[in-house]
């Protein structure tokens, strides 16, 4: 029996129980597993949906890491098989979805005109974010202006897959060089992504910048300007970032997980 084998009974067991979420503190994983976890585990990189054994032992049972509280010492599981090397993607069956009877859709007719929206934007290269002398993230210049951010995580090894976060901003020089560079006590995001940013870079990863600062929308078949000074156009053309990301599947999305 691997070292991992009893989360995986553990978590199966959830699945059959028709639980879609499974979150527990590390010092439960530890009664699960009869042993300690290693010193490793309080690092965020541990918990990657990765090849690695721990990772296989969640995946096999059909879940993925969905989020990582290392300050909490606790970790959320999600029912889903995103994660780990190109090679092995197809060699872990999940387990089977418990199935479960939805209720029939209510009858209800069409009003108003329907919605048919558009979205285009393009990434265009920022470079490279490094470590300074000091250990914080360095992200080059940054325009004073709205728009739309993307980071690729891409590891040492060959056999982790990429990570990806993408987000938005009414100023992308204050979110990345100030915010996640220098985050304050109460930031939670900024604290989680300076971490991460922190400890993929010491750690001999690479991470690649993108920015988008215009984007189009189609709307009814019309092109025009899509308004990122607005909250709602960052969002919507994040989100069909995001989307787009999840179809693709190049990476794990760390927005996502």
Excluded: C
């Excluded at 059909?62 to 060699?91: C, I, K, M």
């Amino acid at each position: 029996m691997g070292r991992y084998d009893p989360l995986t009974a553990y978590l199966r067991a959830a699945a059959d129980r028709g639980q879609a979420t499974v979150e527990l503190g590390f010092d439960q994983i530890e009664e699960i597993i009869g042993s300690s976890l290693p010193a490793s585990s309080d690092q965020r990189q541990w918990w990657a949906n990765s090849s690695h054994s721990q990772a296989l032992a969640w995946r096999a049972a059909g879940f993925q890491v969905e989020r990582v509280y290392l300050d909490r010492q606790r970790v959320r599981f999600a029912r889903g098989t995103r994660g780990g090397s190109y090679a092995d993607r197809g060699r872990i069956a999940p387990s089977p979805v418990p199935h479960s009877t939805a209720p029939p859709l209510l009858d209800r007719q069409p009003v108003g005109t329907a919605v048919d929206v558009r979205v285009r934007l393009r990434w265009l290269d920022a470079g490279t974010i490094t470590l300074d002398p000091g250990g914080k993230p360095t992200f080059g210049g940054l325009d004073e202006a709205p728009g739309l951010y993307r980071m690729t995580l891409t590891a040492a090894a060959d056999d982790i897959r990429p990570q990806v976060y993408i987000g938005e901003t009414d100023s992308l020089r204050r979110r990345l060089s100030g915010n996640y560079r220098n985050p304050g006590a109460g930031q939670q995001t900024s604290l989680r992504i300076n971490a991460l940013l922190r400890e993929h870079l010491a750690a001999g990863g690479r991470v690649d910048l993108a920015l988008a600062t215009t984007a189009t929308l189609w709307l009814d078949g019309v092109e025009r300007p899509l308004d990122l000074t607005r909250k709602a156009g960052r969002l919507l053309a994040e989100n069909a970032a995001l989307v787009l990301a999840q179809i693709t599947d190049d990476a794990d999305i760390v927005n996502l997980g």
